[in-house]
């Protein structure tokens, strides 16, 4: 064969290999996937990983870009471990994580919107994006738009104002009218028991502040206490009225007062306590006949302000107590 031919032809594959070879090296990775680990997550410390994958790997690093939306917040329902998906050289795969931010809000469930638009040195050959629902943890029970973990009243609708807890007035939300023997009795924590001094209504006052000054607590056969000029309850406030005594301790940070008469005077047997105001409307009344006996214990509300009079024996929340004056039936404050 000629040489001269035999040359030409040579030439002619080696330089077909040559681009062969260029445009096999110069074809960029397909993004074929786009994915997360779950379609949704909690809020209470949930998270969800989010991959890109190639059909290769690449054999220099690639960003991923992504364009977030949606109806949850960055930075205040969730973070990003990063904005963007790192492919490093070598690998066909990147991740980024999105953990949630826990709140108290009632928000419903929300969602995170991840797209992915065009990017140099990668072949998309559809439109990418996901869709995760974020999950609300929180709860309203009763529906007054209070989260139950910041309701005091979590199962009675009522006001941001009162807290969740609805405006009942002023009520009498514990009475001791039976004390118990020797000093388990000494409700007014003076260190003696006595029949009458340990005696003691508390009330609690759902409700703007109120000025009581010249109110009245009568048992059946006449008034006990008056109280005095300048008694005012705050909002959410309360005072305990001891039938005697010198009241010692702090009382949950209550209102304390003996009563004018030296005695309420509560019969064991059955008696009918009566609140009136200064113009003698009644505001509140506590029944003792049907709950009458010698219980050694105190009657209180449960749950504590709108529940109803139940004796403390009957209640775990009083882990063995008998008496709460001042604090709500397991000790706390209201």
Not at 78 to 107: F, K, M, P, R
Not at 185 to 206: K, T, V, Y
Not at 217 to 223: L, M, Y
């Amino acid at each position: 064969m000629n040489k001269l031919v035999l040359f030409k032809k040579c030439f002619i594959v080696v330089c077909m290999l040559s681009i062969l070879s260029c445009e096999t090296e110069d074809i960029a990775p397909t993004l074929i996937s786009f994915s997360s680990t779950e379609a949704q997550f909690s809020e209470d410390g949930g998270s969800v990983t989010v991959t890109a994958t190639l059909n290769a790997s690449t054999s220099t690093q690639l960003n991923i870009p992504l364009t977030i939306g949606g109806t949850a917040t960055q930075g205040v329902d969730y973070s990003l471990s990063a904005s963007q998906i790192v492919i490093n050289s070598g690998s066909s795969t990147g991740s980024i994580s999105i953990n949630a931010i826990q709140d108290d809000s009632i928000e419903g469930t929300e969602t995170i919107e991840l797209n992915v638009g065009a990017i140099n040195g990668i072949n998309i050959l559809s439109q990418f994006n996901l869709s995760i629902n974020l999950l609300d943890d929180d709860t309203d029970t009763d529906g007054d738009g209070i989260p139950d973990a910041q309701d005091e009243c979590p199962d009675v609708a009522g006001p941001v104002e009162n807290n969740g807890c609805p405006f009942l007035g002023f009520i009498i939300n514990e009475v001791l009218y039976d004390p118990a023997d020797d000093l388990p009795g000494d409700a007014n924590g003076d260190g003696i028991r006595s029949p009458l001094q340990d005696e003691f209504i508390e009330f609690f006052n759902s409700g703007p502040e109120l000025d009581i000054s010249g109110y009245t607590i009568s048992d059946a056969s006449q008034i006990r206490h008056v109280f005095p000029q300048g008694t005012v309850i705050p909002m959410n406030g309360v005072i305990v009225v001891f039938g005697g005594g010198n009241p010692t301790g702090t009382f949950g940070g209550a209102i304390v007062q003996t009563a004018t008469e030296g005695q309420l005077n509560m019969n064991n047997a059955g008696d009918f306590v009566t609140v009136q105001d200064a113009s003698t409307n009644v505001i509140a009344t506590f029944d003792i006949t049907p709950l009458s006996g010698n219980p050694n214990e105190a009657y209180t509300r449960s749950p504590d302000i709108t529940g109803e009079f139940e004796r403390y024996s009957n209640l775990p929340e009083a882990n063995g107590a008998i008496h709460t004056p001042g604090t709500k039936l397991d000790g706390s404050s209201f």
